[in-house]
């Protein structure tokens, strides 16, 4: 028998006893859950980066997987929670765009919206619907109830843009920050196969104070101080510096735009 | 078989090897064990903040979970080990008030000093009784010894003030902040239940650098950078700032003392 | 049947996917592994202090376990990844050095190099073996493959200096700072046991900015502001400072060197 796998990703920090409660409440309903941590250190609201870090990870798990993410600012609001289904996985969320990138992965997933409040922790906080909505559905979800026990379908989870880049004139595009990592790269949201043309044709990336416009193969090739384009393992285009923190060259955080324009 | 659950509370961060060194321990004992995080980022030695904490999470977990609480700033000196038995959950921790918060919530419980080195590691180091006392004790409760087997019952574990305010005139009272937590939120020992006369009745409370005057249902009501008071999702009133850090703000950390007075 | 134990150490952080995708592609190989982080803090690149830090922690844990240490500053280079076998553990690396402190612990120890890529996650990328190569190998280990699967036997793996100090001089050494703790506590590879006489002799440390002439046996006997050499609870001795930061008054970081005169 194997044991179901639970993945957390919450935007709730490693300091405070909220995972530990979410955790805890799994254990009660689901005592044999294989519980995986992908990062509770998504910046407080993050919903992009939160997209960003589940897209770079949910893939390598087993499918039966339930996925957990957490990040709600509109909790305590009418926004809904949703259960999807996409490639055998399940995912658990608020309805605010943090599956975006699972949908753009898996067209033909299933989403349908969490209404059976039987399932639900009593009573259901204003404010904690980590503990009292998501973790007992998620737990219930991986003792094997079938998903229409939770709710019914819905056909228009929210999708906000930050996925894609926008075409804002002929050779001019807006795109987002998804993510800022540890050694200050920038990702954005400029998919790495189709923008394979900036190796050989020139742009200009407009990207808080600097202006960027080289592409790199790899980091060796360029001069400390200069920032460039680079194609990051996460698929995406990166902003990177050799030797520093691109994030500090730029002033750029996540979730910022940058301006793209072919020369 | 279920497995049995351990949770683990700490001060010891984890970039170091602390935490690692107490999970191989327990998992030597007990190959079953469900090993689970609390917090291992408790501030050093901070006993109110990780009493606070346990206090929030331990009520998650299925009765027979065994708790782990080593926040133990007098590790090498004569503080006592205890193992207490509460509502069906054990605790095994420093005799040094890190469990108040259980006593509290479950009047009888029963606690009994740890004194049967036959289950320690050898030799007992001098500073790292988590690895040598405290793991092998949680599994092997957790594979089933009865608590007896440890040593014998003591009526008297510490039990410091500050879970609770201390009256200090008529209508004055000293408070204690239990902890502040990742946004800045100031969260004093003021049970919510016990002070709700405060969203009606005029008072101040000097905290640090600032007097709070208003106690908010929300924070969307309040103007930002303007402290207040609101009731905490954790039970307890806390010192918050809309859009802003009212530690920042008002200079106060885990552990200060606050006053507040009816007016 | 015991679920077999795989132990994690890398300097990924936790905020980024990667110890998740790591920890998901263990998951889809070896779905009963017990899976237990030591630690995702290890300072970017720096060897010497994840060398320390797994040689304090993974012989807490029962033979069997498999060790996977992934600081890897040479990813995508010709650096072999290898299988070390020791004392009934097994170890997964890339073969920088990272397993220096097992091979001083265990010299009748097994080293082999991996080949066999028809274990690896396909595509192999150019930047992410912890998941593409060291994972993988170390979930099939874990469901009892044998080591020689992996492929051949060598018998230099690499061995840097930095776990023991290098006499320069009749009565001078230079040694290395293993590892600042979370306290500002300098680790040096100075063994306790070799250096004992320290506390008898007199001695001149040059440690950054400072020059440290004594050697306490407990904290508490020192004045707060000088730094002083002590036994520390890992077997090195350590550079501290009574009620502050050793690292942050020597201005002195994880990988320095210091210098050791006997006078």
Sequence with gaps: MKRPVITLLTDFGLADHYVGAMKGTILSICPDAQLV???????????????????????????????LAVVDPGVGTARRPILVEAAGHHFV???????????????????????????????????????????????????????????????????????????????TWAATILKVDRFGNLITNLHSESWQRLAAEPF????????????????????????????????????SLNQGSAANATGVRSGDRVELRLL
């Design 37 to 67: 941590d992908i990062s509770h250190e998504i910046a407080p609201y993050a919903i992009a980066e939160a997209a960003y870090t589940l897209s770079q990870a949910w893939t390598c798990f087993p499918p039966g997987t339930v996925h």
């Design 93 to 171: 969320a608020p309805d605010n765009g943090v599956l975006t990138m699972v949908y753009d992965a898996v067209p033909d997933h299933e989403a349908l919206e969490i209404t059976a409040s039987r399932f639900f922790g009593r009573p259901v906080s204003r404010t904690f619907h980590g503990r009292d909505i998501f973790a007992p559905v998620a737990a219930h979800l991986a003792n094997g109830l079938a998903p229409d026990e939770f709710g019914n379908r819905v056909g228009d989870p929210l999708r906000p843009g930050f996925s894609k880049p926008t075409s804002t004139g002929p050779k």
């Design 204 to 239: 200009e990336m407009r990207v808080g104070t600097c202006l960027v416009t080289r592409m790199a193969s790899n980091y060796g090739e360029m001069e400390p101080g200069d920032p460039f384009v680079i194609m990051g393992s996460g698929g995406f285009l990166e902003v």
